[in-house]
């Protein structure tokens, strides 16, 4: 299983091949379309990540000592922003999300290149899922 950062370079590379914005955002709504989605059961407020002007649904749960996640967005944008989020955090230890780094975020350009709401959003969004392997992570000890 690849770590956290080896996933991070992995995208980083991915994104160096677009030359410009246009097919990054392309890539973006290809990579969401990948995304492992979350059952409608999910789909509720408690689910919502709070801070996005779409909706985000992220759902948490534990298998073995990972922390698994699944996502969905009304977006097409946003579903590909959860969608590279949940690719770096998910199959993971609790204690390794928390003490990420996201700095690949601006390496490969996505917060310049978002609205300000949207990156807002972004923000959110990892917040949401630390807080998730935060309250994991408690449980565990």
Same mark, same amino acid.
């Given at each position: 299983?690849?770590?956290?950062? /080896?996933?991070?370079?992995?995208?980083? /590379?991915?994104?160096?091949?677009?030359?410009?914005?246009?097919?990054?955002?392309?890539?973006?709504?290809?990579?969401?379309?990948?995304?492992?989605?979350?059952?409608?059961?999910?789909?509720?407020?408690?689910?919502?990540?709070?801070?996005?002007?779409?909706?985000?649904?992220?759902?948490?749960?534990?298998?073995?000592?990972?922390?698994?996640?699944?996502?969905?967005?009304?977006?097409?944008?946003?579903?590909?922003?959860?969608?590279?989020?949940?690719?770096?955090?998910?199959?993971?230890?609790?204690?390794?999300?928390?003490?990420?780094?996201?700095?690949?975020?601006? /390496?490969?350009?996505?917060? /310049?290149?978002?609205?300000?709401?949207?990156?807002?959003?972004?923000?959110?969004?990892?917040?949401?899922?630390?807080?998730?392997?935060?309250?994991?992570?408690?449980?565990?000890?």
């Amino acid at each position: 299983m690849s770590t956290i950062k /080896e996933i991070q370079e992995e995208i980083i /590379e991915e994104f160096e091949i677009f030359d410009d914005w246009m097919q990054r955002y392309e890539h973006m709504i290809e990579l969401g379309k990948s995304l492992p989605l979350i059952e409608e059961k999910y789909k509720t407020d408690d689910n919502l990540i709070k801070g996005c002007q779409s909706k985000v649904w992220v759902h948490a749960e534990m298998k073995g000592d990972k922390l698994v996640f699944t996502a969905d967005s009304d977006a097409i944008i946003t579903k590909g922003i959860i969608a590279v989020l949940v690719r770096v955090f998910s199959n993971q230890h609790p204690k390794d999300i928390i003490e990420a780094d996201t700095k690949f975020i601006d /390496e490969i350009g996505l917060k /310049e290149h978002l609205s300000p709401t949207r990156a807002n959003g972004l923000v959110s969004m990892i917040k949401q899922l630390k807080m998730y392997a935060l309250a994991y992570q408690t449980q565990l000890k």
